[in-house]
């Protein structure tokens, strides 16, 4: 690489890295750290008038508070949908928002879409939110008409929040003093309460992991002002708390802290620029759990920016739907099959002739809970979401230094992980870690084994543009046809057992490469993508005639969400009736996330009789 884009390189990953990869000790409840008044810990005071002004989010747009125009340019995204329109037409139905699909001639289809929804695939909802509706304020969206409303970034005023008024209202709760200061003010607090409207108060703590927390706080823990868990900005960028988390309850139009996902305490989304990011919050743990009554009980909409202010509210506590994509369900026969188990007959063979029968007795069940979309890079994968994610790694032979994460894999059976033929070094010790999300912690969900034998498909190829039959079983080490044991964060994916549609939506996770990080991520990412026709990606301006139907791509020919160094031999799965199976295995690719560059993956269902075979082979 050319030095000085090595540098930039290094000066751009020493700006994003450590935000990424930072984890934060729990605070305590100490009262010696409770704001009294304009003084805030962080020495920095954040939404600062200066800052609200010069900050572009916030820029005063002529004419944004008019009527709609959903049709404006920008938001027109169907050349993206024409870009990678999958063959076949209406199955699965492209149309989104409950579109209906009508075939038209070979390869297109038209949407019938219900209103107000518009678009190729009726992707296109009102905008209600449209930049600069609220002047110096967040959009959120409400059920209710006119389905947005301002939350005016203190002191700039409601109903547009372009007009400022300092100290009147005052903005400060529980009897807060507003003092004013040149253009801005500070809250002075009484005793006990903290928080730049001094709205939170002496009680407020957590206690476990915080999923029963319903206090007041609203910051992070570097100062960042939340996000309204219905703002427009956290849907825009592909999250959606109220439909992604099991327990939304704690959620609700306000920006305070809560866990509703079985992280480790309250956090929340903020906003950086343009981005979407999330941080554990300013919270203090409650000193004796079992003394203090959590704070539970606070209505969940109070709103901590505008506490005397009359506003108009939503009347209800519900953010409106909002579209979200939908993967079309595939139209196959039969099921996906298990792993295939030692046995004259591979095809009905009982599922777990080699494991105790209580273990892996089903394949491709992620633990259901606490599913969430946190847009970091890439998407962080919550606990047991994907339980069948392998980091396959290396160390030189016989030595005792630590394992390094080389690989992705999938777990099959037992004994058993499918990863790509390039990922195998024969001349290093290899272990897999199975169950476990962080590569710099050892986690108690992880269960770290031993490779006992390397399988690389006999006509693997490399060549300076492919990678042919890029696919390797992992035999793992254990006793009595036991090696992984299944728990919550351990599981099987099944085998396919037929092709699935292009255009289908599947899941690609592992631990490589991100927009931020040439090292990799430290914590596995997953993102979705779409399986593209192998005609389409045979084209020239994408892969050309390398190609063969060993290995099929996915992504988006956008460029974007790829997999990528690291993530190689790791899964792509889909849904197949009502199971998660693995579809392909990280191959190759013409770098990340270019345009026209998809990724290439091993294609599974090419090899299920070779996996098979050499299952039995071993086995017997
Ligand atoms: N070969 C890479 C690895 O060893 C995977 C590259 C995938 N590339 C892509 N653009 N999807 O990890």
């Given at each position: ?137 967040e959009?959120v ?10 939350k ?47 709205h ?16 007041n706080v609203s910051e992070t823990?570097?100062?960042?002002e939340c996000l309204y868990w219905n703002s427009?900005?956290i ?16 959620l609700g139009p306000h920006n305070f802290c809560r ?9 929340c989304f903020f ?10 919050c ?20 109070a709103d901590p920016t ?315």
């Amino acid at each position: 690489m050319n030095l000085k884009l090595l540098f930039f390189c290094l000066f751009l990953a020493a700006l994003l890295v450590p935000a990424e990869l930072k984890r934060k000790k729990h605070k305590h409840h100490d009262p010696d750290h409770e704001g009294h008044g304009p003084g805030h810990k962080h020495g920095k005071k954040r939404g600062k008038v200066e800052d609200i002004l010069r900050d572009l989010f916030f820029e005063i747009v002529e004419g944004a508070g008019d009527d709609d125009d959903d049709d404006d340019d920008h938001n027109n995204t169907d050349w993206v949908f024409e870009l990678q329109e999958p063959d076949g037409q209406c199955d699965p139905n492209p149309c989104r928002n409950n579109g209906v699909c009508e075939p038209k001639g070979k390869r297109k289809f038209k949407c019938d879409c219900p209103k107000p929804f518009k678009g190729k695939k009726c992707q296109r909802g009102p905008k209600h939110c449209k930049k600069g509706r609220c002047g110096r304020g967040e959009c959120v969206l409400t059920s209710t008409p006119p389905f947005f409303e301002c939350k005016c970034k203190e002191p700039f005023q409601p109903p547009r929040c372009i007009h400022l008024s300092l100290c009147e209202p005052n903005p400060c709760r529980n009897g807060g003093q507003c003092i004013k200061n040149g253009t801005d003010f500070d809250c002075l607090c009484p005793t006990g309460y903290r928080g730049r409207f001094c709205h939170v108060g002496p009680d407020d703590c957590y206690v476990g992991d915080g999923e029963s927390y319903r206090g007041n706080v609203s910051e992070t823990d570097d100062g960042h002002e939340c996000l309204y868990w219905n703002s427009h900005f956290i849907l825009e960028n592909g999250a959606d708390p109220f439909n992604s988390f099991e327990d939304s309850d704690g959620l609700g139009p306000h920006n305070f802290c809560r866990n509703p996902d079985g992280d480790e305490m309250p956090w929340c989304f903020f906003r950086q620029g343009r981005r979407l990011s999330w941080d554990y919050c300013d919270v203090t743990e409650c000193l004796k759990p079992t003394d203090v009554v959590p704070m539970e009980i606070l209505p969940i909409d109070a709103d901590p920016t505008a506490p005397t202010a009359p506003t108009s509210r939503p009347t209800t506590s519900e953010p409106i739907a909002t579209p979200k994509p939908t993967a079309s369900k595939p139209s196959t026969t039969g099921s996906p099959s298990q792993a295939p188990q030692p046995s004259p007959t591979p095809t009905d063979v009982p599922l777990n002739a080699t494991a105790p029968p209580q273990q892996f007795t089903t394949c491709g069940q992620s633990q259901p809970k606490k599913n969430v979309a946190r847009i970091f890079g890439g998407l962080k994968v919550p606990p047991g979401a994907v339980p069948w994610q392998v980091s396959l790694q290396v160390r030189p032979k016989n030595s005792n230094q630590p394992y390094r994460h080389t690989c992705g894999g999938v777990l099959i059976e037992s004994c058993w992980v499918l990863t790509a033929g390039h990922c195998s070094e024969q001349m290093k010790d290899m272990q897999v870690v199975l169950g476990g999300l962080s590569l710099d912690l050892e986690e108690p969900t992880e269960q770290a084994i031993k490779v006992e034998e390397v399988i690389v498909h006999e006509n693997y190829r490399e060549t300076t543009s492919a990678v042919y039959n890029d696919i390797a079983l992992l035999r793992l080490k254990g006793t009595n046809g036991v090696c992984a044991n299944e728990s919550q964060f351990v599981k099987t994916a099944c085998l396919p057992d037929a092709q699935l549609p292009d255009g289908m939506e599947c899941k690609i996770s592992g631990w490589g490469a991100t927009e931020n990080s040439q090292y990799g991520s430290n914590h596995l990412l997953d993102a979705n993508v779409m399986l593209i026709g192998q005609e389409k990606c045979s084209e020239p301006q994408v892969y050309g005639r390398v190609l063969d139907n060993t290995m099929f791509c996915a992504g988006h020919l956008l460029g974007g969400v790829d997999s990528c160094q690291g993530d190689s031999g790791g899964p792509l799965t889909c849904d197949q009736n009502n199971a998660t199976v693995i579809y392909g295995l990280v191959s190759w690719g013409d770098q990340c996330g270019r345009k026209n560059k998809p990724g290439v993956y091993a294609r599974v269902t090419h090899y299920l009789d070779w996996i098979k075979s050499k299952i039995q082979a071993a086995s017997s």
